[in-house]
T-cell receptor
Framework: QQPVQSPQAVILREGEDAVINCSSSKALYSVHWYRQKHGEAPVFLMILLKGGEQKGHDKISASFNEKKQQSSLYLTASQLSYSGTYFCGTDYQGGGNKLTFGTGTQLKVEL | DTGVSQDPRHKITKRGQNVTFRCDPISEHNRLYWYRQTLGQGPEFLTYFQNEAQLEKSRLLSDRFSAERPKGSFSTLEIQRTEQGDSAMYLC????????????FGPGTRLTVT
């Protein structure tokens, strides 16, 4: 089953914050977050393992709520370079298996 | 450290022709994945290898698709008798076993079937 992402699209002014959610109906082993710009390959952002940890990378951080089988990506003080489509990829088995990707969230940051 | 590379970057072919794509993973990575992405959708899993062994193949993959990784390094994906519905971006990713399975994607091969 494909994870569900919300919102589908969001427009921000530079400096504003955003939250992107990824929800699964199945138990998750890990959640992988990627950003993809038009015509380019997905770029790895971070991975969250089950256990409810939170990770941060510059002004982008993420959390994993094991009880809810949900991960959230937090973008703070957004920059123009944050524009793109964000995908969560879910691993249901662990051990280096395939990722099942959501339908994506389109993020546009404007001046 | 060079990233994942794919060749060709673009391929236009006529319906019914066979096409082959190549993927070179990050050198120390022993896992290699193929995904397909259509416009407005996330990548969709096709198959993956650990070293030379093909460990999983999507049920969505018809018999016209075949993938190999003969020496555990580069991989090829062949599509026989292409159909217009095969038009998509074909993405390759690699990862290292024993790690958290961070998958790094190549630039993709965009296939257009006319």
């Amino acid at each position: 089953q494909q994870p569900v992402q919300s919102p589908q699209a969001v427009i921000l002014r530079e400096g504003e914050d955003a939250v992107i959610n990824c929800s699964s109906s199945k138990a998750l082993y890990s959640v992988h977050w990627y950003r993809q710009k038009h015509g380019e390959a997905p770029v790895f952002l971070m991975i969250l393992l089950k256990g409810g940890e939170q990770k941060g990378h510059d002004k982008i951080s993420a959390s994993f709520n094991e009880k809810k089988q949900q991960s959230s990506l937090y973008l703070t003080a957004s920059q123009l370079s944050y524009s793109g489509t964000y995908f969560c990829g879910t691993d249901y088995q662990g051990g280096g298996n395939k990722l099942t990707f959501g339908t994506g969230t389109q993020l546009k940051v404007e001046l | 450290d060079t990233g994942v590379s794919q060749d060709p970057r673009h391929k236009i072919t006529k319906r019914g022709q066979n096409v082959t794509f190549r993927c070179d993973p990050i050198s120390e990575h022993n896992r290699l994945y193929w995904y397909r992405q259509t416009l407005g959708q996330g990548p969709e899993f096709l198959t993956y290898f650990q070293n030379e062994a093909q460990l999983e193949k999507s049920r969505l993959l018809s018999d016209r698709f075949s993938a190999e990784r003969p020496k555990g390094s580069f991989s090829t994906l062949e599509i026989q008798r292409t159909e217009q519905g095969d038009s998509a971006m074909y993405l390759c990713a690699s990862s290292l076993s024993g790690s958290t399975n961070e998958q790094y994607f190549g630039p993709g091969t965009r296939l257009t079937v006319t």
